[in-house]
């Protein structure tokens, strides 16, 4: 039942990251309830969604080659040092600590997607440019990825936003190329640091490719809104199941 459980995470993460995000409050949460101590099953649970990462950044291998190239490595060196500190954080925290933070990331996390729309609207009418502070913001979201992937996605959009950058396409394929370089760095670090489960993670893994597949024809029938509000909820129970853990 336990192996059901995960693989049913997974590829649902799988089509969810495909729809629109939000597969982490899938495999983070099954991983925690089938007993995995909540530390490993952040770490598992990156590496279960890391291979999505990578084929969004190749799909938008034609957007990504429109940066310039030197922006596109500072971004990439500075994503990867934000990740690394964010990685070293969740290595060092003990499950007690990371326990008691993860109902407020996930709430955090849940609301960042629901309201993510308004998010980068605001943060497009605020654009500074690509900016030293810029650097500052996506050093600080990326040891946010680091250490908790949930909702990573959107903030990065909206951080985009905020840079003055319109284009939703290269915005896209920016945040996955990034996503999957910040992911490479945390996967490496949880590899190292002996983190991972790997039978599960490996498991997941396929299952969420198999997701991500399946996920393209569902996007293309299922309107909008129902996708949103099937994922806010998923991120709103799983929010209070924590909180609840938490509280009892």
């Keep these: 039942m336990d192996i059901l459980l995960i693989l049913a995470a997974a590829f649902g993460a799988g089509v969810l990251n495909t729809i629109a995000g939000g597969g982490t409050f899938l495999t983070f949460p099954a991983l925690v309830f089938i007993g995995v101590p909540p530390v490993a099953a952040n770490a598992t649970s990156a590496v279960a969604v890391f291979p999505g990462y990578l084929g969004g950044a190749l799909g938008f291998r034609e957007e990504l080659a429109r940066f310039d190239r030197r922006q596109l490595i500072r971004l990439t060196g500075l994503t990867l040092l934000g990740g690394l500190i964010g990685s070293l954080l969740l290595l060092v925290s003990s499950n007690e600590a990371f326990s008691l933070v993860v109902p407020f990331l996930l709430l955090g996390a849940t609301l960042a997607f629901l309201f993510g729309d308004r998010l980068r609207t605001w943060a497009a009418d605020h654009s500074r440019g690509i ?51 910040l992911s ?46 099937l994922i806010a909820l998923v991120g709103f129970s799983m929010s209070a199941v924590f909180f609840w853990r938490l509280l009892t």
């Design 184 to 229: 490479a760095i945390s996967v490496a670090v949880f590899a190292v640091g002996g983190l991972v489960e790997w039978d599960l993670a490996l498991v997941m893994m396929a299952a969420a490719i198999l997701g991500g597949y399946a996920g393209a024809p569902i996007a293309r029938a299922l309107p909008k809104a129902l996708v949103r509000a």
């Design 131 to 181: 900016t030293p502070q810029g650097a500052g913001g996506i050093v600080l979201v990326s040891i946010y990825g680091g250490y908790f992937n949930g909702g990573l996605g959107i903030v990065l959009l909206a951080l985009f936003a905020l840079w003055g950058m319109a284009n939703i396409h290269q915005m896209n394929g920016l945040k996955n190329g990034l996503s999957f370089a």
